[in-house]
């Protein structure tokens, strides 16, 4: 990561994980560093030159449906071998962000200053980039310029908007503002709450304390939203909205926005597959001429194409050439579903490789196979992002946009290499599951908290509604992550799902299907301790125990006996944090269409259980 200094230009504060910049501090977010605290800036300040073009055709068609047919290419995180010369060219290499909130305090006498106002100085330290920081030279209660730290409340609305907390006219709450106001804030509580602060003006006296910006007194307190993206440097746009106190670090700051999709073998052998994953490059090549002289001078193509001559190598771009394209809005999960559940069948692909075999045989009335996924590449695309409330998947137009003019030419994309246990449900059991749970007063109660929960948030209540397989499937699969992560070395974080669900009726065919992975964006994959896990021996009691588990919570009957309730946000039934919740990097809904009594009977003793 670099911000802009009025130094040296660009200097980097500090570093993050690649799937980082998708899934936890992409465009928009705030990333809390050491002593720092700092926004992500918009594609449009991003470096296109230092980030290569990823060739996914199935993910650039989904993310064209939910974001326009503008956009051109995907493209990887902005990266350089890195040197021990921090002032190489790679260290100017990174995600650019800028300094967010404007407003820092000084740790010695505990002034507020705004970055603009030239009284704090940045210092930064090339070779120990998390020591870079804003320090106070004038402050007269210390004798070497103290540290200041970034402010501890930022405002926000539902419209995705981020703005400075208001201090000077918090400060002056009642009274008018002086000309010149200089903030202090001081602790005035004895418990460490975060809202045991007074804000003061030194200048002319006013004071008010930061307890009146929380709860239904801040009405009256905080002002209207002026409509800022400070990550596009948008100072103002149209919003109704009244600015709510955000906390710094808060986990409602930023929500991410993102479609996945699993890479899949595309036919034509070795060659078939080489030529798509490097077409970025071979797609700009007019004649035979420019590829043999490529695949003498670009390291990375000679070594790639090592045994293929270039008269065949041709050939097949030729053939790409004329193929067909991808169509915008295909399915995303049809074809994962038909690779998922044949298999490889010999296709040669560095991407997938996966065996089908039979489902444990304690399993077989309710299971139709299992898939050992031993390759996997899951490539994520980020498509906005949202504040306050997560939106719901497919809701594109709820979330804040990237870049400036609102329609960008390419969006970032992480690659994650791995391995995963594909389970097959039968579908006569689902759908005869189906026939009785749609009346369940369960399901009655999860439909209606659903259509709250949307028409609260402004949605479309008619839709969104994830259908009675997906709450089966869903459990399941948390249930079973739980219980994988026991087993296999890895934390229950580090195993994600993916859940194919599809009704008679609503697509070329029925899916109900789980797909349960583990992977990795900076190696070519893992180490088969999951995988191994999927054989019927491995696999069966490893089944059982999960529905064990399943049916006793250690928060029974309290767990046993909650209903849904779209007020709080809780669109499960008997699920808690003793039992099915898992961490929000696993789950693909937010924790939401959960019940353990689906799969067996519980304290609620609903008659539901499809294991029986």
Same mark, same amino acid.
């Given at each position: 990561?670099?911000?802009?200094?009025?130094?040296?230009?660009?200097?980097?504060?500090?570093?993050?994980?690649?799937?980082?910049?998708?899934?936890?501090?992409?465009?928009?977010?705030l990333?809390d560093?050491?002593n720092?605290?700092?926004?992500?800036g918009?594609?449009?300040r991003?470096?296109?030159?230092?980030?290569?073009?990823?060739?996914e055709?199935?993910?650039?068609?989904?993310v064209?449906?939910?974001?326009?047919?503008?956009?051109?290419?995907l493209?990887?995180?902005?990266?350089?071998?890195?040197?021990?010369n921090?002032?190489?060219?790679?260290?100017?290499?990174?995600?650019?962000?800028?300094?967010?909130? %404007?407003? =820092?305090?000084?740790? +010695?006498? *505990?002034?507020? &200053?705004?970055?603009?106002?030239?009284? !704090?100085? $940045?210092?930064?330290?090339?070779?120990?980039?998390?020591r870079?920081?804003?320090v106070?030279?004038?402050?007269d209660r210390?004798?070497?310029?103290p540290?200041?730290?970034?402010?501890?409340?930022?405002?926000?609305?539902?419209?995705?908007?981020?703005?400075?907390?208001?201090?000077?006219?918090?400060?002056?709450?009642?009274?008018?503002?002086?000309?010149?106001?200089?903030?202090?804030?001081n602790?005035?509580?004895?418990g460490?709450?975060?809202?045991?602060?007074?804000?003061?003006?030194?200048?002319?006296?006013a004071?008010?304390?930061?307890?009146?910006?929380?709860g239904?007194?801040?009405?009256?307190?905080?002002?209207?939203?002026?409509?800022?993206?400070?990550?596009?440097?948008?100072a103002?746009?149209?919003c109704?909205?009244?600015? %709510?106190? =955000?906390?710094l670090? +808060?986990? *409602?700051?930023? &929500?991410n926005?993102?479609?996945?999709v !699993?890479? $899949?073998?595309?036919?034509?052998?070795?060659?078939?597959q080489?030529?798509?994953?490097?077409?970025?490059?071979?797609?700009?090549?007019?004649?035979?001429?420019?590829?043999?002289?490529?695949?003498?001078?670009?390291?990375?193509?000679?070594s790639?194409?090592?045994?293929?001559?270039?008269?065949?190598?041709?050939?097949?771009?030729?053939?790409?050439?004329?193929?067909?394209k991808?169509?915008p809005?295909?399915?995303?999960?049809?074809?994962?579903?038909?690779?998922?559940?044949?298999g490889?069948?010999?296709?040669t692909?560095?991407?997938?490789?996966?065996e089908?075999?039979?489902?444990?045989?304690?399993?077989?009335?309710?299971?139709?196979g299992?898939t050992?996924?031993?390759?996997?590449?899951?490539?994520t695309a980020?498509?906005?992002?949202?504040?306050?409330?997560?939106?719901?998947p497919?809701?594109?137009?709820?979330?804040?946009?990237?870049?400036?003019?609102?329609?960008?030419?390419?969006?970032p994309?992480?690659?994650?290499r791995?391995?995963?246990?594909?389970?097959?449900?039968?579908?006569?059991?689902?759908?005869d599951?189906?026939s009785?749970?749609?009346?369940?007063p369960?399901?009655?109660?999860?439909?209606?908290?659903?259509?709250?929960y949307?028409?609260?948030?402004?949605?479309?209540p008619?839709?969104?509604?994830?259908?009675?397989?997906?709450?089966?499937?869903?459990?399941?699969?948390?249930a079973l992550?739980?219980?994988?992560?026991?087993?296999?070395?890895?934390s229950?974080?580090?195993?994600?799902?993916?859940?194919?669900?599809?009704?008679?009726?609503?697509?070329?065919?029925?899916?109900?299907?789980?797909?349960?992975?583990?992977?990795?964006?900076?190696?070519?994959?893992?180490l088969?301790?999951?995988?191994?896990?999927?054989?019927?021996?491995?696999?069966?009691?490893?089944l059982?125990?999960?529905?064990?588990r399943?049916?006793?919570?250690?928060?029974?009957?309290?767990?046993?006996?909650?209903?849904?309730?779209?007020a709080?946000?809780?669109?499960?039934?008997?699920?808690?944090?003793?039992?099915l919740?898992?961490?929000?990097?696993s789950?693909e809904?937010?924790?939401?269409?959960?019940?353990?009594?689906?799969?067996?009977?519980?304290?609620?003793?609903?008659?539901?259980?499809?294991?029986?």
């Amino acid at each position: 990561m670099s911000t802009k200094s009025t130094y040296d230009g660009p200097v980097r504060v500090g570093t993050i994980r690649p799937s980082q910049a998708i899934h936890s501090y992409g465009v928009g977010s705030l990333i809390d560093l050491p002593n720092l605290s700092v926004m992500v800036g918009g594609l449009d300040r991003w470096d296109t030159t230092r980030q290569e073009v990823i060739t996914e055709d199935r993910l650039l068609d989904a993310v064209r449906t939910r974001l326009g047919a503008q956009v051109e290419v995907l493209r990887a995180l902005p990266a350089e071998p890195s040197t021990p010369n921090p002032y190489d060219d790679w260290a100017r290499v990174g995600v650019p962000v800028s300094i967010f909130p %404007r407003w =820092l305090r000084c740790t +010695a006498c *505990n002034r507020l &200053f705004p970055v603009a106002s030239g009284a !704090l100085k $940045l210092e930064t330290n090339m070779y120990r980039p998390d020591r870079t920081r804003y320090v106070h030279p004038n402050c007269d209660r210390a004798r070497k310029p103290p540290p200041a730290v970034p402010a501890r409340f930022v405002a926000g609305c539902t419209n995705g908007h981020l703005d400075d907390f208001p201090w000077v006219r918090f400060a002056h709450d009642g009274v008018a503002t002086c000309p010149n106001p200089i903030l202090q804030v001081n602790d005035i509580g004895s418990g460490g709450r975060a809202t045991d602060l007074l804000v003061k003006c030194l200048s002319c006296g006013a004071k008010s304390t930061l307890a009146k910006a929380f709860g239904p007194v801040a009405k009256t307190v905080m002002p209207q939203c002026r409509g800022r993206h400070p990550h596009i440097g948008l100072a103002t746009e149209p919003c109704g909205e009244q600015l %709510r106190s =955000l906390v710094l670090g +808060a986990s *409602n700051l930023w &929500f991410n926005s993102s479609v996945s999709v !699993l890479s $899949l073998p595309v036919g034509g052998g070795s060659l078939g597959q080489l030529v798509y994953d490097h077409w970025a490059e071979l797609e700009k090549m007019p004649v035979k001429e420019v590829l043999t002289y490529a695949l003498t001078s670009n390291r990375t193509l000679k070594s790639a194409f090592a045994g293929h001559d270039a008269d065949e190598i041709w050939d097949a771009i030729e053939a790409r050439r004329a193929g067909a394209k991808g169509v915008p809005g295909a399915d995303v999960h049809g074809p994962e579903w038909v690779a998922l559940t044949t298999g490889s069948k010999g296709q040669t692909s560095p991407h997938f490789e996966a065996e089908p075999i039979a489902a444990p045989p304690d399993f077989a009335g309710k299971l139709a196979g299992v898939t050992l996924a031993h390759r996997l590449r899951v490539v994520t695309a980020l498509c906005g992002f949202s504040r306050i409330s997560a939106g719901e998947p497919g809701d594109q137009g709820a979330t804040v946009r990237l870049e400036t003019k609102g329609s960008p030419s390419w969006v970032p994309v992480v690659e994650n290499r791995g391995e995963g246990i594909f389970l097959g449900f039968d579908e006569t059991a689902v759908q005869d599951w189906e026939s009785q749970a749609f009346d369940n007063p369960l399901f009655v109660a999860l439909r209606r908290a659903h259509r709250d929960y949307r028409q609260a948030r402004n949605l479309d209540p008619g839709e969104g509604w994830p259908g009675e397989r997906f709450v089966l499937l869903h459990s399941l699969s948390h249930a079973l992550i739980n219980e994988l992560a026991i087993e296999c070395g890895y934390s229950s974080a580090s195993i994600s799902e993916r859940i194919y669900s599809r009704a008679p009726g609503d697509g070329p065919e029925p899916m109900a299907g789980i797909l349960l992975y583990t992977s990795a964006p900076d190696a070519e994959g893992t180490l088969g301790g999951l995988v191994n896990l999927g054989k019927s021996t491995e696999l069966g009691p490893i089944l059982r125990r999960a529905l064990e588990r399943s049916g006793l919570c250690s928060s029974d009957p309290l767990c046993a006996d909650h209903v849904p309730d779209s007020a709080t946000g809780a669109l499960h039934g008997a699920t808690c944090h003793a039992c099915l919740l898992v961490a929000e990097t696993s789950c693909e809904r937010g924790n939401r269409y959960l019940d353990r009594s689906v799969l067996v009977d519980t304290f609620g003793h609903t008659g539901l259980e499809f294991f029986g």
